[in-house]
C-alpha cells in the first residue's frame, strides 16, 4: 500500500512558531476556537487564549497547516465568517432513497466497493445542523503524522471534548468499507485527489464515463454517459462533495466515478474522506465544510453533543428522482421511473412492479411524437446509419446522436442571431444531414434548440 503521509498526513504540531503572550488587557483578544466575535465575552474563560492581535499572521494563500498552530484557530473562523452566506458552506449529506436509485442500480454499485455507507446518513438527526459546533471543530483539527493510511487521525475539540476522525471512528458510525480490508488497495494522493490527470489510465477513464469523443479539454456535465452522470449528481452530495460549478466535472471525481461505474480498483471511502475533508480545511479560498452529518454522528459517538443540545433548525430532505437537480427530469409510468437529462433518456423498473399478464405488451419507452417535445419525451433513440452515434452533442453544444469530427466550444454559440438560424449553424454537412430520415433530423434540431435554451437562460441569469 502506498504511503501518503507527506502530502496530507503531515502534523499539525510541527507548524511553525508560536504566538507571544502578553499582558496586556487594553488589546483586543482572539480566541481559540471563537466561532464568531459575538461569542468573544461570557463563555469559556477557561478555553481562551490570549493572543497579541499585531502577531497575526496573514493567510491568503497556501494551506493553513503551515500556518503558526496556535493561530490556525483564528485564522480559520477569520476565514468562515467572513462568508456572505456562511450556512451555505456546510454541505449536509443526503439520505439516498434505495426502493427509488436501487432500481438503477446505484445501491448495487456502491455495495460493489463496500460503500453503502456513503448513501446513508448516521447522525439520527433530520432537523438541525450544529454549525457553531462543526466550525469549532474544524477550526482546532489536527492531523498528526501516521505510518500507513488506516493509521490516519483528525482530531478536534467540540466544548473541550476531542473527536476524532478515524478508520475506526468511521467504521463504528456506519458501512463504510464493508469489505474485508484484503480486497482494498490505497492509491497515491497523486492519483485521487492532487493530479489524477496524470495516472497512466487516464484517457482510459474518460472514455469509459463520457460520450463518445467528449472529454477532450474542459470536462462538461452534460457529456458524461447518463449513468456516469447519476452516479455524479449522488457523489456531489455525499462522497466528494464541493460547492462552485456544476456544470463542469472536477479531475479528482474522475477516478471516484470510474471505481463506481466498473467496480474497481477498489479503495477505501473512509481514506477519501479524511483527505477530501483536511484538504478542504487547509487550502485557501475552498471555504466549504463537507460531511457535515459525518461529523455531527461522530460529536454524538463521542459525547461531546448530546440530546439536549441543539443547532440551527435545518429539515434534511432525503434524496428522491424527483429531487436531482434542473438538468434532469423525472417522470413514472404504472411500471417504470424515467429519467430524462439533457438528452439523454433512461428507466427503470419499479421496485414491486405488477407481472405482465399473458399476452399483454410491456408499455413502449414514450408516446411517439412526430416533433419531440423536449419535455417529457422517452422516444427511442434513432437508429441511423453510420454516421449516427449514440447521445453525443455536435459541435460540443447541440444536437442528441450525431458524432461527427470534434469541434472546440465556441462562446456566445447559442446568442447570436434567431433560434432557428442557431440551430441551422449547428447542423453537421449537408451530405450528411439530408441522408437522414425526417424524425432523425428533427430530434437533432431539438436536442440543438434545448442545448440553446439552457446556454440562453445561463446568460440571462448571469446578465440581470
Same mark, same amino acid.
Given at each position: 500500500?502506498?504511503?501518503?503521509?507527506?502530502?496530507?498526513?503531515?502534523?499539525?504540531?510541527?507548524?511553525?512558531?508560536?504566538?507571544?503572550? /502578553?499582558?496586556?488587557?487594553? /488589546?483586543?483578544?482572539?480566541?481559540?476556537?471563537?466561532?464568531?466575535?459575538? +461569542?468573544?465575552?461570557?463563555?469559556? %474563560?477557561?478555553?481562551?487564549?490570549?493572543?497579541?492581535?499585531?502577531?497575526?499572521?496573514?493567510?491568503?494563500?497556501?494551506?493553513?497547516?503551515?500556518?503558526? %498552530?496556535?493561530?490556525?484557530?483564528?485564522?480559520?473562523?477569520?476565514?468562515?465568517? /467572513?462568508?456572505?452566506?456562511?450556512?451555505?458552506?456546510?454541505?449536509?449529506? /443526503?439520505?439516498?432513497?434505495?426502493?427509488?436509485?436501487?432500481?438503477?442500480?446505484?445501491?448495487?454499485?456502491?455495495?460493489?466497493?463496500?460503500?453503502?455507507?456513503?448513501?446513508?446518513?448516521?447522525?439520527?438527526?433530520?432537523?438541525?445542523?450544529?454549525?457553531? +459546533?462543526?466550525?469549532?471543530?474544524?477550526?482546532?483539527?489536527?492531523? #498528526?503524522?501516521?505510518?500507513?493510511?488506516?493509521?490516519?487521525?483528525?482530531?478536534?475539540?467540540?466544548?473541550?471534548?476531542?473527536?476524532?476522525?478515524?478508520?475506526?471512528?468511521?467504521?463504528?458510525?456506519?458501512?463504510?468499507?464493508?469489505?474485508?480490508?484484503?480486497?482494498?488497495?490505497?492509491?497515491?494522493?497523486?492519483?485521487?485527489?492532487?493530479? !489524477?490527470?496524470?495516472? *497512466?489510465?487516464?484517457?482510459?477513464?474518460?472514455?469509459?464515463?463520457?460520450?463518445?469523443?467528449?472529454?477532450?479539454?474542459?470536462?462538461?456535465?452534460?457529456?458524461?454517459?447518463?449513468?456516469?452522470?447519476?452516479?455524479?449528481?449522488?457523489?456531489?452530495?455525499? *462522497?466528494?462533495?464541493?460547492?462552485?460549478?456544476?456544470?463542469?466535472?472536477?479531475?479528482?471525481?474522475?477516478?471516484?466515478?470510474?471505481?463506481?461505474?466498473?467496480?474497481?480498483?477498489?479503495?477505501?471511502?473512509?481514506?477519501?474522506?479524511?483527505?477530501?475533508?483536511?484538504?478542504?480545511?487547509?487550502?485557501?479560498?475552498?471555504?466549504?465544510?463537507?460531511?457535515?452529518?459525518?461529523?455531527?454522528?461522530?460529536?454524538?459517538?463521542?459525547?461531546?453533543?448530546?440530546?439536549?443540545?441543539?443547532?440551527?433548525?435545518?429539515?434534511?430532505?432525503?434524496?428522491?428522482?424527483?429531487?436531482?437537480?434542473?438538468?434532469?427530469?423525472?417522470?413514472?409510468? %404504472?411500471?417504470? #421511473?424515467?429519467?430524462?437529462?439533457?438528452?439523454?433518456?433512461?428507466?427503470?423498473?419499479?421496485?414491486?412492479?405488477? +407481472?405482465?399478464?399473458?399476452?399483454?405488451?410491456?408499455?413502449?419507452?414514450?408516446?411517439?411524437?412526430?416533433?419531440?417535445?423536449?419535455?417529457?419525451?422517452?422516444?427511442?433513440? !434513432?437508429?441511423?446509419?453510420?454516421?449516427?452515434?449514440?447521445?453525443?452533442?455536435?459541435?460540443?453544444?447541440?444536437?442528441?446522436?450525431?458524432?461527427?469530427?470534434?469541434?472546440?466550444?465556441?462562446?456566445?454559440?447559442?446568442?447570436?442571431?434567431?433560434?432557428? %438560424?442557431?440551430?441551422?449553424?449547428?447542423?453537421?454537412?449537408?451530405?450528411?444531414?439530408?441522408?437522414?430520415?425526417?424524425?432523425?433530423?428533427?430530434?437533432?434540431?431539438?436536442?440543438?434548440?434545448?442545448?440553446?435554451?439552457?446556454?440562453?437562460?445561463?446568460? #440571462?441569469?448571469?446578465?440581470?
Amino acid at each position: 500500500m502506498a504511503r501518503t503521509k507527506e502530502q496530507a498526513g503531515s502534523s499539525s504540531s510541527s507548524s511553525k512558531g508560536k504566538g507571544k503572550q /502578553k499582558e496586556q488587557p487594553s /488589546k483586543k483578544r482572539q480566541y481559540m476556537g471563537r466561532i464568531s466575535e459575538s +461569542e468573544s465575552e461570557g463563555e469559556g %474563560e477557561e478555553e481562551e487564549m490570549e493572543l497579541d492581535p499585531s502577531d497575526k499572521p496573514v493567510w491568503n494563500s497556501g494551506s493553513l497547516d503551515d500556518q503558526p %498552530e496556535i493561530w490556525q484557530p483564528t485564522l480559520y473562523n477569520d476565514c468562515m465568517n /467572513k462568508l456572505k452566506n456562511k450556512a451555505a458552506a456546510f454541505m449536509c449529506e /443526503k439520505e439516498v432513497d434505495e426502493p427509488q436509485f436501487g432500481q438503477f442500480g446505484v445501491f448495487a454499485k456502491f455495495r460493489t466497493l463496500g460503500w453503502e455507507g456513503a448513501l446513508k446518513c448516521f447522525d439520527k438527526d433530520k432537523s438541525n445542523l450544529f454549525m457553531t +459546533e462543526i466550525q469549532e471543530w474544524m477550526a482546532t483539527l489536527k492531523c #498528526h503524522n501516521f505510518n500507513k493510511p488506516s493509521q490516519m487521525k483528525l482530531i478536534g475539540t467540540v466544548h473541550g471534548v476531542p473527536v476524532e476522525m478515524s478508520y475506526d471512528t468511521l467504521k463504528k458510525l456506519g458501512k463504510y468499507d464493508s469489505l474485508p480490508s484484503r480486497e482494498y488497495m490505497v492509491p497515491t494522493l497523486d492519483d485521487l485527489l492532487l493530479k !489524477p490527470e496524470k495516472h *497512466v489510465r487516464w484517457n482510459d477513464m474518460l472514455a469509459a464515463l463520457f460520450l463518445p469523443g467528449r472529454y477532450s479539454g474542459i470536462l462538461y456535465r452534460k457529456n458524461l454517459k447518463i449513468e456516469a452522470k447519476l452516479l455524479h449528481t449522488i457523489c456531489l452530495l455525499n *462522497v466528494i462533495p464541493r460547492r462552485g460549478d456544476k456544470e463542469q466535472v472536477r479531475f479528482p471525481e474522475i477516478p471516484v466515478l470510474y471505481s463506481l461505474m466498473h467496480g474497481s480498483p477498489r479503495f477505501p471511502v473512509r481514506y477519501l474522506i479524511m483527505h477530501h475533508l483536511w484538504i478542504c480545511r487547509n487550502k485557501y479560498g475552498r471555504d466549504i465544510v463537507p460531511y457535515c452529518r459525518i461529523i455531527t454522528g461522530l460529536m454524538k459517538q463521542q459525547k461531546a453533543l448530546t440530546s439536549e443540545d441543539r443547532g440551527l433548525t435545518k429539515r434534511h430532505q432525503p434524496f428522491t428522482l424527483d429531487r436531482l437537480g434542473n438538468v434532469w427530469t423525472y417522470t413514472q409510468s %404504472e411500471r417504470y #421511473h424515467k429519467l430524462k437529462s439533457e438528452g439523454q433518456r433512461w428507466r427503470a423498473l419499479k421496485l414491486g412492479a405488477r +407481472e405482465l399478464l399473458p399476452g399483454e405488451p410491456d408499455e413502449p419507452e414514450s408516446d411517439e411524437e412526430l416533433v419531440p417535445s423536449g419535455d417529457e419525451d422517452y422516444a427511442d433513440e !434513432p437508429q441511423g446509419g453510420a454516421n449516427v452515434g449514440f447521445g453525443v452533442f455536435g459541435g460540443g453544444h447541440g444536437g442528441t446522436f450525431y458524432d461527427y469530427a470534434q469541434q472546440p466550444y465556441e462562446p456566445g454559440w447559442a446568442y447570436s442571431g434567431s433560434m432557428q %438560424e442557431v440551430i441551422e449553424s449547428q447542423r453537421p454537412p449537408a451530405a450528411i444531414f439530408n441522408t437522414w430520415s425526417g424524425s432523425e433530423r428533427s430530434l437533432f434540431d431539438q436536442g440543438t434548440r434545448n442545448s440553446a435554451s439552457m446556454e440562453r437562460a445561463l446568460k #440571462h441569469s448571469f446578465d440581470r
